[in-house]
């Protein structure tokens, strides 16, 4: 098994439970961090035996860009997304970090992760 992560992916996003947060926006880093076998990938060189960061970084682009009320539900959209787009890829896990939450106090991120295992 392989390791496969990126890390802060960001984005200026409109997700939010009030219509502040959906009007204004916010500030957005997500990580994916995908376990998989890409042993045929690396012994042949192969792009099309393991996964493309590309393809990745679009599914995750394209639900940032659809506002949602709970990054729980963005999480799981960009999650079921790569499970079932990509069988070879045998476990993941997203996270997405509101930048400085309106939460009436200091807060560096709100962070909401889910995974998945096959």
Partial sequence: MGR???RGLSFKAYHGYYDEERQRGNQFEVDVLLELDFSGAATDDDLAKTVDYQDIYRIVEAHMK???YLLE???DK???EIRDKFPIVSSAEV???KLN??????CKAAIV???FSR
């Fill in 4 to 6: 496969i992560e990126l």
């Fill in 66 to 68: 659809r506002p949602s």
């Fill in 73 to 75: 539900h963005v999480v």
């Fill in 78 to 80: 960009i999650l079921y």
């Fill in 95 to 97: 996270r997405v970090y």
């Fill in 101 to 106: 939450p309106p939460i009436g106090g200091p």
């Fill in 113 to 115: 992760s889910n995974s």
